[in-house]
């Protein structure tokens, strides 16, 4: 059986660059095991598997090469991408997940995708734990937690740039995952994502994690639109807006791949 694959860079709009993630669209769902094994044969950080319903909606699911994942934004963006690129007459559609709910998806005019996501601020946490203080060169000012991960927060974007993770320390501190952030000079702020016990060392751009930087550094900086930009090798651009109790996130993206694989 032949089913048909998108690769697409997420975050970007230079090829090469953002985050990639595979898409897969089908009529039904293949079962578990073979989306996992897609997933892994992919290698890429997510693979987003989609069926649309009666309605138009589509049901999506997320896997990197090690398993499911609950919620992964750039994947969403990549779906998006490839929905509206087949259906040139689409101008917003609905994606549902079973542990995010019902996401609104515009194709904007400035040619951003912009996704509506659930506000996922995080707390303070009343004690850092060992894992996440040994698994970072460098030490964070606060620490904060959401349902993903722990939020190491820095005054400096130098920080951000130069700390270095150690995979092991961190990988203790599963199922959470770590962002680093700080303000940014040429942004509102910046991050990176760590996620050695979910599906690799450093995330090229975390689209998930922004709906709890974005209601954290609009609080901090008085401010309720931001610009963020994930610092990794790749690099990705990520426009927010906070609304209550919704994250707005908009991102571009551009075509790798498009083919065919065989299971």
Known sequence: MKIKINVVDAFTHVRFKGNPAAVVITGKWLSDEKMQEIAAENNLSETAF???????????????PLTEIDFCGHATLASAFVIFSENYQLQHISLFAESVGMMKVIKRDD?????????????????????????????????????????AVYSDEDDVLSVIQNSDM?????????????????????????????????????????TGLAPFWAKRLGKSKLVAYQASKRGGTLKCEVTGDRVLISGQAVSYLEGYITI
């Open 50 to 64: 989609l069926v649309e319903d009666e309605n138009g909606t589509f049901a999506i699911r997320w896997f990197s």
């Open 111 to 151: 040619g951003f995708i912009q996704m509506d996501f659930p506000n996922r601020m995080p707390i303070a946490v009343d004690e850092i734990p060992e894992g996440l203080v040994e698994g970072l060169s460098i030490k964070p000012n606060s620490v904060l937690k959401n349902d993903q991960a722990y939020f």
């Open 170 to 210: 961190l990988k203790t501190l599963a199922p959470f995952d770590v962002v680093v952030t700080a303000p940014g000079t040429q942004f509102d702020f910046v991050s990176r994502y760590f996620w050695p016990a979910n599906g690799g060392d450093e995330d090229p751009v975390t689209g998930s994690i922004h």
